[in-house]
T-cell receptor, first 115, second 115 residues
């Protein structure tokens, strides 16, 4: 596809379980971002990948959150021991580079519900 | 740190009326500012961006925004609302101190368009 693809589109899981969210960026885009959108906190930056450089993890809310990007393409966001406050929509975006003139293209998100 | 404030969580207009969505920013350096639109169950789509070129920025779908440094504002306007404009709109500033386009979003304004 031409756009950013995220899977699954919806995920329901029990508190305490681990979840993995996947993001497939636009081909050729070197920059990849994860954001979280929740009722209480709005839209928050989580993590940024640029090529093969070390990611900027400054937005990750706790050590239960981690992300990796394999081969500079697909990214996986993992949440361990999920809590109810992790319920949110997780959005992924990619851009041709990390600079300010590079527009971010967003996927449709994964809606995560923790029971 | 950079931040944006969006006044009004909801704005209601009639079809054909002027749309005005307000955004004020706080930044210690010349900012990069963005407006995004989000339709239900979709990701964010870039409407327009300000990157220190022209102060009046034209975007997609007939929207435009004017950067006013003296007022620290970047309000979004459209002369004539269409039913299809009903969506949530987010103003964002790029935190350039990080070295990449780390977006800091406002809380969003939901635009309602009545026939």
């Amino acid at each position: 596809g031409a756009g950013v693809s995220q899977s699954p589109s919806n995920k329901v899981t029990e508190k305490g379980k681990d979840v993995e969210l996947r993001c497939d960026p636009i081909s050729g885009h070197t920059a990849l971002y994860w954001y979280r959108q929740s009722l209480g906190q709005g839209l928050e930056f989580l993590i940024y990948f640029q090529g093969n450089s070390a990611p900027d993890k400054s937005g990750l809310p706790s050590d239960r959150f981690s992300a990796e990007r394999t081969g500079g393409s697909v990214s996986t966001l993992t949440i361990q021991r999920t809590q109810q406050e992790d319920s949110a929509v997780y959005l992924c975006a990619s851009s041709p580079g990390g600079g300010s003139n590079q527009p971010q293209h967003f996927g449709d998100g994964t809606r995560l519900s923790i029971l | 740190a950079q931040s944006v404030t969006q006044l009004g969580s909801h704005v209601s207009v009639s079809e054909g009326a002027l749309v005005l969505l307000r955004c004020n920013y706080s930044s210690s350096v010349p900012p990069y500012l963005f407006w995004y639109v989000q339709y239900p169950n979709q990701g964010l789509q870039l409407l327009l961006k300000y990157t220190s070129a022209a102060t009046l920025v034209k975007g997609i779908n007939g929207f435009e925004a004017e950067f006013k440094k003296s007022e620290t504002s970047f309000h979004l306007t459209k002369p004539s609302a269409h039913m299809s404009d009903a969506a949530e709109y987010f103003c964002a500033v790029s935190d350039e101190g990080t070295g990449f386009q780390k977006l800091v979003f406002g809380t969003g304004t939901r635009l309602l368009v009545s026939p």
